[in-house]
């Protein structure tokens, strides 16, 4: 057996669980570059910038959406539909509502959810359509109620992605921007005369895209998360089905090269039989070179102790976890560093790529130890407000007079005390 | 009268709004070099850059905070331990619970939160001892249920500020860092000997603080938010008071020569009062010379019309707000942006930046169009969880099979269809 490590020792898993991480000291100069031309000649440069590096050439990169005519299989739009019903309801359950405390007499603090008002998604491209990526930025982003939503995604040579335009337009955007990679990333974070400019920027993409969305922030534009190459972490038990797991694996393997794939397992002979099985599938995968690419840094991981493998599973903070051991429901409750877990056998990541309801935007790299993936808080933010009654000040002007000049902080204090003087005369 | 606007038109509100923004090419030089020497050297690095920086030198910067003989005025351990309460008592209504939600039968879809398990905090120091910030931010990291807290403050040559430790025991914390500057933030990303590695790092703190927390996000460190200079907007009208208006401007103005000081009003009178209110205040004011240096790019605006005052506030993004109209409480209802609102005329700034129970680490230089100042659920994240019955898969598993193939992605339809074959079997 390729890749296996037998019980390995802490001194390994920092190892066991490194991603892979390049320097990206060009990458950041030429996105630099890319910042500095959108600010400097906008659509221009935008259009510029399609033309080098898509080779597409577009007079005007917005795209109406309503007079698109648009041939997508009956099947598939009642697929879709049942997909945005799913996560529309499971994000809904999750819009904060605000509160508001009497924390003295007369001392009011409440917290007011608001909408980001201008927010900019990002919907990659490349070797495969993502309109599923489509429902899981723009249904949050609704039920949130920004206000300007504007959704950018790599040109082809007549536009878009159908399947992008027929899934944008069924959730009632009017229009996208076929803009890709770092300049649309910038054209949102700078605005143009055609692209508005973005509060905060969502959405997956490749390293130049991930630079380009650390980029913006010098420009006073938010991110959703760093993002990285994709990962799953399967867990396994003599119970677990080998097919299943090679199954999971692989649907992991065929996102990309770089897509990280790890399985730990009670039971080494059960790591055998997913791996003769990988071998069976993937004889007949249509993207089984990517997948093979991806499955020559995958790693298996024999571990007796089942202590030790919760705690490798908290340490490597997998962005999907599938736990598909007959102890499932009692091992996820353990598990404390991680995007999306996927409980019991029956549960592959798939039904969460899509359709379950949960986001599939999720923290890779180490990133679930403090970020959560994608959801309607993303697109709020909490102001607080306060009030105050005379009585109120009375009680706690006093103590803020005390605090304040314990600081040093004399022109504070005297901000309570004018008033406090006014209230007793 | 000086720096006052009259009737701006919107193509000048750019410039209004702006930001005081160095080119931090420099110091980004030198924090890079902190973070290399504390990577290769840990807590030799610390020392030495302790050494260097702060010019103190300790042999252990650990400081155990039970046998501190520490004196602290009664009166103001009662105003702490007011504050205290009051700041508990709104952060812990924030604490968010989880939510499962069955979008179609048999899938459930859960969400877990959890809080962030290793936190690292930064207490500037400075001209003041800000035992303030402390409170804003042990008590809703505490909340929060984060297991490891760290909390990192600038040396003094006996150790480290008193009234700072003082209340980072009555907290319950059993011991402090005194490390300060971009070193600190530096030991806490990467972790040393004695220091625990962050997941998340929070606080204020100078440029090469912000710094070197924007550059510890390449090392997987997230971060509470961006900081600048602190600022306050103050609306005001015919009615408001100018001392009090005056006061407010001046306890914004005596934090740093940075600091950012706007008035907004509808009554050009009450400009000119502010101003010669702000003259006779400033008289005896210990820090006089900091106020001032900080009201010499103060702007003083008069705008006639109620709407275009309210547009230019949201613009602006201020991260404190007070409003001290007599329609205070309608015009703060339609507040968009902004990071802490005193909405009336005695509600001064003062009393959210110690005592009221709102926090004081607010978004800064306009990132309230994106953040939420620091709450307990900057300490928490979000896991998504996910279970499906056979009868779920039965209903799920066609629907993600179209989906995927529709993506090209094949192996993410077989894991759902290897599943299906073997349930119908």
């Known amino acids: 057996m390729k890749q ?101 007499p007369g001392v009011r603090c409440r917290t007011k959810y608001m909408p980001i008002q201008s927010v900019g998604l990002y919907v990659p491209g490349g070797s495969a359509s993502l309109f599923s990526t489509v429902m899981m930025l723009v249904i949050p982003a609704q039920l949130a109620g920004c206000r300007q939503i504007t959704l950018c995604t790599p040109p082809s040579a007549d536009g878009v992605d159908p399947l992008v335009a027929w899934t944008a337009r069924e959730l009632g955007l009017e229009e996208i921007y076929a803009i ?18 973005a509060d905060k920027i969502y959405g997956p993409g490749n390293q130049y895209v991930t630079q380009a969305k650390l980029y913006a922030q010098r420009y006073g534009t938010a991110i959703d998360m760093p993002a990285g190459p994709s990962e799953v972490l399967v867990v396994a038990d003599a119970s677990s089905r080998p097919d299943w797991v090679a199954a999971d694996l692989l649907s992991q393997a065929e996102h990309g090269a770089d897509s990280q794939v790890m399985l730990i397992s009670s039971d080494m002979s059960l790591i055998a039989s997913v791996q003769s099985q990988i071998e069976v599938q993937l004889a007949d995968l249509p993207r089984a070179e990517i997948a093979r690419a991806a499955l020559s840094h995958a790693r298996y991981i ?22 598909a051991t007959s102890d499932a429901e009692v091992m996820a409750e353990r598990v404390t560093q991680a995007g999306s877990i996927f409980v019991g056998s029956l549960c592959c990541e798939s039904l969460g790529d899509y359709a379950s309801g949960t986001n599939h935007s999720l923290p890779t790299a180490g990133w679930a130890r403090s970020y959560a993936g994608v959801n309607v808080n993303s697109f709020r933010r909490a102001m607080t407000m306060q009030t105050i009654t005379e009585e109120g000040m009375r009680e706690l002007g006093p103590v803020v007079e005390t605090l304040a000049r314990a600081e040093g902080l004399e022109a504070h204090a005297r901000a309570v005390s004018i008033r406090l003087s006014n209230l007793e005369s």
Not at 21 to 36: C, G, K, L, T, Y
Not at 59 to 70: A, E, I
Not at 180 to 195: C, D, K, P, R, S
Request: aromatic share 6%; hydrophobic share 40%.
């Open 4 to 104: 296996v490590y037998n019980n390995p020792p802490r001194s390994e898993w920092d190892e066991i669980c490194r991603r892979p991480q390049e320097d990206p000291e060009a990458m950041r100069e030429s996105v630099a570059e890319i910042f500095a031309q959108v600010s400097r000649d906008g659509d221009a440069a935008v259009r510029r910038l399609t033309e080098q590096y898509d080779n597409v050439s577009l007079g005007n990169y917005r795209v109406d959406l309503s007079p698109l005519s648009l041939d997508v299989d009956k099947k598939l739009q009642e697929a879709i539909r049942q997909a945005i019903v799913n996560i529309t309801k499971f994000h809904q359950a999750h819009i904060p509502s605000g509160r508001e405390i009497e924390t003295m």
């Open 180 to 197: 890709g990679g770092a300049q649309a990333i910038a054209a949102m974070a700078l605005g143009t005369e055609t692209v508005a400019r």
């Open 302 to 323: 024999y571990m007796s102790d089942h202590e030790e493998r919760l705690a490798l599973v908290n340490t490597y903070a997998p962005e999907h976890l599938i736990i």
